[in-house]
């Protein structure tokens, strides 16, 4: 992406997960980052976002937000996940507004199967929450 309206800090790690992630979900994944980057170009209160590694996965993180993580992992090698703070209300609240659009696990994750086509608005409205979560946790459904 170029062109940014945002600083983006990148952890140089980051990118070397996303290289090493397996042929089969990589595209996915880069999918999911990029969601995350257009999300963020949308939101005008952002103007840094930064792009790290919490537990060995990608996490992004901004001064108003919660961490948002995503992940593939072996042990599941059929799907992948944005996993987001288990103590905040995102994750219910997602179930709230979107029911069944989504897989949810538990409080923590949206899980997507590998052959699964993302709903795009829906997510972008998860991901605008997680990014700006102490922003609008006050807010019944998180301004979504």
Known sequence: ?????????????????FENYPDAVK???????????????????????????????????????????MDWKAKKPHQYALY??????????FQSVFGSTFQYEGKRAIVFDLEQKIPVPEIKACIKATLQYHKVKDLVTLGI
């Open 27 to 69: 595209p996915q994944m880069y999918q999911l980052r990029t969601l995350v980057l257009e999300t963020v170009q949308e939101i005008e209160s952002i103007d840094t976002l930064e792009e790290t590694l919490k537990w060995g996965e990608p996490s992004y993180i901004t001064k108003h937000g919660s961490t948002l993580r």
């Open 1 to 17: 992406m170029s062109d940014l309206s945002f600083q983006l800090d990148s952890n140089p790690e980051v990118l070397h997960i």
């Open 84 to 93: 987001f703070q288990c103590s905040s209300r995102l994750v219910e609240t």
